[in-house]
Nanobody
Framework: QVQLVESGGGLVQPGGSLRVSCGNIWFATYATGWFRQAPGKEREFVASITWRNGVKDYADSVKGRFTISRVGATNTMYLQMDSLKPEDTAAYYC?????????????????????WGQGTQVIVSS
């Protein structure tokens, strides 16, 4: 119930679109989100959403291009990625936080999240 499973990664040309998903989200989760990590780089915040009310937040680098959503009936979260750039190339990780404090006080900090998926690779290249 707390194992997060990502899927949907792949190779996309610049300007293209891709949707990644995160399944098996525990019903008691307060918030979920996405981090990404490019080779040689630190993990960075991408987007988050509260599970009950759907409050969303995005990193400036993806705002206007990415859309985060969740479907409670299937315990699934999605990240729709449009207008993809080579700079978006990274492993994308689904994250979940159990308490409000994780979301309110530290959602931009990777170490504050309670659960992580295994990651799915997104490559944006021509």
């Amino acid at each position: 119930q707390v194992q997060l499973v990502e899927s949907g990664g792949g190779l996309v040309q610049p300007g293209g679109s891709l949707r990644v998903s995160c399944g098996n989200i525990w019903f008691a989760t307060y918030a979920t989100g996405w981090f990404r990590q490019a080779p040689g780089k630190e993990r960075e915040f991408v987007a988050s959403i509260t599970w009950r009310n759907g409050v969303k937040d995005y990193a400036d680098s993806v705002k206007g291009r990415f859309t985060i959503s969740r479907v409670g009936a299937t315990n699934t979260m999605y990240l729709q990625m449009d207008s993809l750039k080579p700079e978006d190339t990274a492993a994308y990780y689904c994250v979940a936080g159990i308490t409000r404090d994780t979301y309110s006080g530290g959602r931009y900090d990777a170490s504050k999240w309670d659960y992580w998926g295994q990651g799915t690779q997104v490559i944006v290249s021509s």
